[in-house]
Each structure stands twice: as structure tokens, then as C-alpha cells.
């Protein structure tokens, strides 16, 4: 006779509000708190924190008598994403020179590599702004692409470094077995492998150049302004609300990205 056997489930204990918790909760109200208010007052009709009334005007505004600040904007996003792919490009095949070839400076080459990321940005900016004047390159558009892509360059070294740090070399090797070249392994293996890493450094890069002031402000020439600096110009004579929803335009572009690029990146991730 079979015996019944019943089982209970385990009772489910509700775990105090802890240290960490409270940590976490505080950190999500402090990096989203200044969102909301954006948000919100992006909507006020007059300007500073008195609420009048919900209005539009903002957005009008910024839509159709902001052509300085669009000009400001379109130059950002320009320099982000020839400065990205330049980059992505330089930092995947350095990244994939350095794992697959041994040499005697190599050690050297990825302590230098990392120097941009460790050093202040005032020190690059100066740097850069030095090497431009020395060598004759006109301050402008070309010069803040150059900078950027300077600074861009470790970053996406280190992500690509770190997806061939995991990768398995006995399929480099089985493709040589079966009669591969170098630049058939490079096009068909090993970069379809770093594809996360690539795309994951290209996103990088394109984040830090559109936030990017500091560098940016040392080695920008006249006409070649960018979005923080046209902003930085505008807060030094007060805060317009037009910057609010501005914002408030990217935020949801940015959401909006992301969530695009999620089950992509998802799909890339699971079948690199």
C-alpha cells in the first residue's frame, strides 16, 4: 500500500527592510529623481520652479525657434558616430592583434592602450590641444572627431578584449585545419565571435562622445559647437526651459533605443 506523502509548501518569509535594500532604494530615487522634475517642468508654461499651468510652449519652442541649438545637436550626434565606428574599428582589430599575436612589445602596448581611460580629461584635453597647435590641425569639427576617437579607443580595446578573453582558440585552430586563411579565420570566426563586444563598445563610445564637455571644449574651433557646450553657454545667461524638453526628447528617444536594441543584442549574445 502506497503511502500518501502530502507536501506542504515551504512558508514564505518576507525578509526585513534591510541596510542594502534602503542603499538600493536611495540610489534609484537619486538618479531618477532629476528625470521627473525635468519631465515635469518641461511642461510649465513660465520659467523657474513656480508651476503655472501645463502648456506646450517648451516643445514648440524647441521645434521651431531653436535652429542654434538643433545645429548644436546634429553636430553631436555626427561626431558620435563617425568618432564610434572609427573607434570600433581601430580598438577591434588592435583588440584582435594583441590576443592573436605574440610580440615583444605587447605587454606594453595594452598598459599604453589604458592610459586615456586612468588619465584626468583636462590633462587629454590640454594634451590634445597642444598636439593640434603643434602639428597645424585647424580647431574645428575635425579636430573634436580626432579627440574623440582618441579617447573612445580604449574603451572598446578593453570590451573586445574581454569577449576574446572567454573565446575558445581550438575553433581558430579547426578552421586552419580545414585549410582557412588568416583573413578568412578573421572575417568568418573570430569577428562574428566578438560581434557582442564590438557592438557593446560601439554603444559605449557613442555614449561617452554625446556626453562628452571637457575634452570637447579644449579643442572645439569656432562653428564647431556641440550639444553640452551650447548647453553649458545657455545655463552661464540661466536655465531655459527649451533644455527641459530637449531632455525630456532624448530621454524617450534613448528608451526607446534601447529597447529596440535589447532582443537584438539578446539574440547576438546567446548565438556569438
Known amino acids: 500500500m502506497a503511502n500518501n506523502v502530502m507536501y506542504v509548501p515551504a512558508k514564505i518569509i518576507k525578509k526585513p527592510f534591510s541596510f542594502s535594500r534602503l542603499v538600493f532604494v536611495f540610489a534609484i530615487v537619486f538618479l531618477f529623481l532629476p528625470l521627473i522634475v525635468i519631465t515635469i517642468y518641461s511642461f510649465n508654461d513660465q520659467k523657474g520652479m513656480d508651476w503655472s499651468k501645463f502648456s506646450l510652449r517648451w516643445y514648440i519652442k524647441l521645434f521651431s525657434e531653436s535652429p542654434d541649438l538643433w545645429r548644436a ?86 570590451m573586445v578584449m574581454a569577449r576574446l578573453d572567454e573565446f575558445d582558440y581550438s575553433i581558430i585552430e579547426a578552421a586552419k585545419d580545414l585549410g582557412a586563411t588568416e583573413i578568412q579565420t578573421l572575417l568568418k570566426v573570430i569577428i562574428p565571435v566578438s560581434i557582442p563586444g564590438i557592438i557593446s563598445g560601439f554603444l559605449t563610445a557613442v555614449t561617452l562622445s554625446l556626453e562628452d564637455f571637457v575634452i570637447t571644449f579644449f579643442v572645439s574651433g569656432p562653428g564647431s559647437t556641440t550639444l553640452p557646450l551650447y548647453i553649458y553657454s545657455m545655463i552661464r545667461f540661466g536655465v531655459s526651459p527649451v533644455i527641459n524638453a530637449l531632455s525630456v526628447v532624448m530621454i524617450v528617444g534613448t528608451v526607446i533605443l534601447t529597447l529596440s536594441l535589447r532582443k537584438f543584442l539578446k539574440f547576438i549574445a546567446a548565438n556569438g
Open 73 to 158: 545637436f546634429w553636430n553631436s550626434i555626427f561626431i558620435a558616430l563617425t568618432s564610434a565606428v572609427t573607434a570600433t574599428v581601430i580598438g577591434t582589430l588592435g583588440a584582435i592583434g594583441v590576443n592573436w599575436y605574440k610580440f615583444r612589445l605587447r605587454n606594453y602596448v595594452q598598459v599604453i592602450t589604458f592610459l586615456p581611460m586612468i588619465l584626468p580629461e583636462i590633462i587629454i584635453g590640454v594634451s590634445l590641444l597642444i598636439f593640434f597647435a603643434g602639428v597645424g590641425i585647424k580647431l574645428g569639427l575635425g579636430s573634436i572627431y580626432l579627440a574623440h576617437t582618441t579617447f573612445n579607443l580604449p574603451f572598446v580595446f578593453l
